[in-house]
């Protein structure tokens, strides 16, 4: 059974500062997500990682994903208050298994 | 930008009732997933959908739990009689082929409160 943990569970961190959560996952596959989610929110895509060594970044944010090390990134740089939200990775196993198997979770709450 | 739409936003229900949740995904997607969160918690795959059948399934998804597309657009979570443990965010989402390269667009959800 695939299983997907994320670190930390929750963060605070003050503006201005940068900071990284973690997602290791348990079966070999070449796909993520990140998704962002605001309390009582649907969930917004952040990024998709197609393959080992792939890196994506949208402002403050960076995604990375080591296939080998099953593990993915996400770093924020210089953060600021609207970047508070819960951050979720999500592992999609493929063909014959099409659905996402999410991560816990990472609150992240930005301080002034 | 194209969105999946999913009715009620909210819905309250006595223990024991049936209730459908409904989605309308993104009209040139084939495949069909719903999803729960219950409150705080991570989210939790219940089943995919595709070529008007059921693909996959979790241990979550019980004889309790069917679902349907009635049309051409919309698609349905159907939850026979309700418990309390049913209580929370389902989101519906749809992706245009399997291991869809864009990753999978989820709706708003429909936030079931079971009293």
């Known amino acids: 059974e695939l299983k997907v943990e994320q670190n930390p569970l929750f963060l605070s961190m003050q503006e201005g500062k940068n900071y990284t959560i973690y997602c290791n996952y348990s079966?070999?596959?070449?796909?993520l997500y990140w998704y962002r989610q605001d309390p009582g929110k649907s969930l917004e895509s952040l990024f998709v990682?197609?393959?080992?060594?792939a890196v994506k970044q949208e402002g403050r944010l960076m995604a990375s994903l080591d296939t080998k090390a099953r593990l993915s990134t996400l770093h924020i740089t210089a953060a600021v208050h609207d970047l508070s939200a819960t951050y979720f990775c999500?592992?999609?196993?493929?063909?014959?298994?099409?659905?996402?198997?999410f991560g816990t979770g990472t609150r992240l709450t930005i301080i002034p | 930008e194209p969105e999946v739409t999913q009715t009620p936003s909210h819905q309250v229900t006595q223990m024991g009732q049936e209730v459908i949740l409904r989605c309308v995904p993104i009209?040139?997607?084939?495949?069909f997933y719903w999803y729960r969160q219950i409150l705080g918690q991570k989210v939790e795959f219940l089943v995919s959908?595709?070529?008007?059948?059921?693909?996959?399934k979790s241990e979550i998804f019980d004889d309790q739990f069917s679902v349907e597309r009635p049309d051409g657009s919309n698609f349905t979570l159907k939850i026979r009689s309700t418990k309390l443990e049913d209580s929370a965010m389902y989101f519906c989402?749809?992706?245009?082929?399997?291991?869809?390269?864009?990753?999978?667009?989820f709706g708003s959800g429909t936030r079931l409160t079971v009293v």
């Open positions: 989402a749809s992706s245009p082929d399997s291991y869809p390269n864009y990753g999978y667009t």
């Open positions: 079966t070999t596959s070449d796909r």
């Open positions: 990682l197609l393959s080992n060594g």
């Open positions: 999500a592992v999609d196993m493929g063909f014959g298994n099409e659905k996402l198997t």
């Open positions: 009209s040139n997607h084939l495949y």
């Open positions: 959908f595709y070529n008007n059948e059921i693909s996959e």
